[in-house]
């Protein structure tokens, strides 16, 4: 894989108008457990993920989704930035768009207007019916479910659910970076989640290099050494973020 790894430092290194785009398995190795995965935590193996992470859910059960998130909260302030996170932050250049709701990467030394979460973030409550209030949430002591100060209805978490539209204003601004960019990282992600997923598309259409980095072999891979030595646009790199990612950026 060493020639792919070379490859793609050298397309890196041309690069004029770069971004990153990352999943859960960007930091997975934080110790943040992607979304579907309870295998660990008995606690909430039970429920399906549609129960607290949906509008039905919330108001079938306000408190136990607070819990939920409220124990993602304090797992995440536990977290530290793994070896990815960081490299990628030390990148100034670079446009950092990202499906997770984590804040690794601003805690890894990314700039705040460098990141663009697609999916909103843990650290902050807002008001369920967005009358236009919000509240950055201490991780470490998250507050149980409470009343909206300005409209009186629930607070929750400032993240997309099942069944809503993702931010229009971070949307558009991420499809745009994906349509003037000329090459694409895209880490720890399967790209299944629609339409998060598609500014890979827009991307590679709009003539960017796509250099893929995961811990196994998408269906979306292109990448294939031909026998010329030559290679399709996109590149998969197999393997963990941490390892694959500092090498892209050591030189």
């Known amino acids: 894989m060493q020639h792919l790894i070379d ?3 050298s397309k890196i290194k041309n690069a004029k108008k770069p971004v990153s785009f990352s999943g859960a398995g960007l930091s997975a190795e934080s110790g943040i457990a992607t979304f579907r995965d309870k295998s660990e935590h ?3 193996a039970r429920f399906d993920p549609v129960q607290l992470a ?4 919330f ?3 306000p408190e136990r989704v607070i819990d939920w998130y409220n124990w993602r909260r304090e797992t995440l302030s536990k977290a530290s930035p793994n070896a990815a996170h960081t490299t990628l932050a030390a990148q100034h250049n670079w446009l950092h768009i990202t499906q997770n709701v984590d804040n690794l990467l601003e805690s890894g030394g990314a700039r705040e207007n460098n990141v663009i979460h697609l999916h909103g973030t843990l650290d902050k409550d807002r008001c369920n019916s967005q009358c236009g209030y919000s509240e950055k949430v201490d ?3 998250p507050k149980a479910r409470r009343d909206c100060p ?6 929750r ?7 809503e539209a993702l931010p229009e204003a971070d949307l558009m601004r991420a499809a745009e970076a994906a349509r003037k960019t000329d090459l694409m990282l895209v880490i720890g992600t399967s790209a299944a989640v ?6 890979i598309d827009i991307a590679r259409q709009s003539g960017a290099d796509i250099i893929t980095v995961n811990t196994e072999q998408s269906n979306r891979a292109q990448g294939r050494a031909q026998s010329d030595g030559a290679l399709d646009s996109d590149i998969e790199l197999i393997g963990k973020a941490t390892e694959i990612v500092v090498q892209l950026f050591a030189n």
Do not use: H, K, Y
Not at 54 to 57: F, H, K, R, T, V
Not at 194 to 199: E, I, K, T
């Open 157 to 163: 978490p400032a993240v997309v659910w099942f069944g």
């Open 139 to 141: 991780l470490a002591n």
């Open 54 to 57: 949906s509008q039905e859910g």
């Open 42 to 44: 008995a606690l909430w």
């Open 194 to 199: 629609m339409p998060a997923a598609g500014l």
């Open 7 to 9: 490859f793609a430092i």
């Open 150 to 155: 300005d409209c009186g209805d629930t607070l």
């Open 59 to 61: 108001r079938e059960n």
